[in-house]
C-alpha cells in the first residue's frame, strides 16, 4: 500500500472548504457570513443481555445529535446580510407571536411551520470548489440562538451561534447517497 504523504492523488478534507445553505420561506443567511458549523452525528442506544458470566450488547434506537453553526453579525444598508434579522425572521416563519392582545387568533411555534421556516444544507469543497460531500437535514429547526456578547474590552466580531435540532440526516458523498434509503 502506497505511503499517505506520498500519493499525490490523496487528499484529506480540509475543515476550512464549507458552504453551508440555510434557506427557508422568508429568510435566507448568506454563505460569506457562516463562520463554522458542525457536522451531523448520531448516537445508537444499546440493550443489554446478561447470560451466566457474559454480557452481550444489542444495537438500539438512533438519536441524531444537535448540529450548531455560527453566524458573524455583520450590518449594512440593506437587511440582507443582518444575522440577527435572519434568524428572528426565521423565528417569525416558524409562527412565534409576542403575547400581545391581538384580533385575530394568535400563532404558535409547529413543526411543519419550524422545520419549512429553514432547510440546512452542508457542503464540503475540494480546492477546486467541487462537492466532495454534501449533508442534508431533514426536519430542521433552530433550538436555541445566542445573539453574543457585548464586551468593552474585545474587539472581537459579534457572531450569532444557533443550535439546530433535526430528524434525520443523509450524505452524498461522490454521488452516493448514504443511508442506502436516502431521498432524491
Not at 444544507?121 to 442534508?136: C, F, L, N, P, S
Amino acid at each position: 500500500m502506497a505511503n499517505f504523504w506520498n500519493n499525490t492523488g490523496l487528499e484529506p478534507k480540509r475543515a476550512y472548504r464549507f458552504l453551508l445553505s440555510v434557506v427557508g420561506t422568508d429568510s435566507l443567511i448568506p454563505d460569506f457570513l457562516i463562520k463554522k458549523v458542525s457536522k451531523p452525528g448520531f448516537t445508537i442506544t444499546e440493550s443489554e443481555h446478561k447470560y451466566l458470566n457474559h454480557t452481550f450488547y444489542y444495537p438500539g434506537k438512533i438519536t441524531w445529535d444537535e448540529v450548531e453553526f455560527t453566524i458573524v453579525d455583520a450590518v449594512g444598508s440593506d437587511q440582507s446580510s443582518n444575522g440577527t434579522a435572519a434568524v428572528m425572521k426565521i423565528l417569525d416563519a416558524s409562527g412565534y407571536q409576542l403575547p400581545i392582545k391581538q384580533e385575530n387568533q394568535p400563532l404558535t411555534i409547529s413543526k411543519a411551520k419550524a422545520a419549512s421556516a429553514m432547510a440546512m444544507t452542508i457542503r464540503q469543497i475540494d480546492a477546486d470548489g467541487r462537492k466532495v460531500e454534501e449533508w442534508h437535514l431533514h426536519g430542521s429547526w433552530i433550538k436555541s440562538v445566542k445573539f453574543g456578547e457585548l464586551d468593552y474590552d474585545s474587539e472581537d466580531l459579534l457572531n450569532v451561534i444557533c443550535t439546530v435540532r433535526y430528524d434525520h440526516a443523509h450524505v452524498d458523498i461522490a454521488g452516493t447517497k448514504y443511508p442506502g434509503n436516502a431521498p432524491g
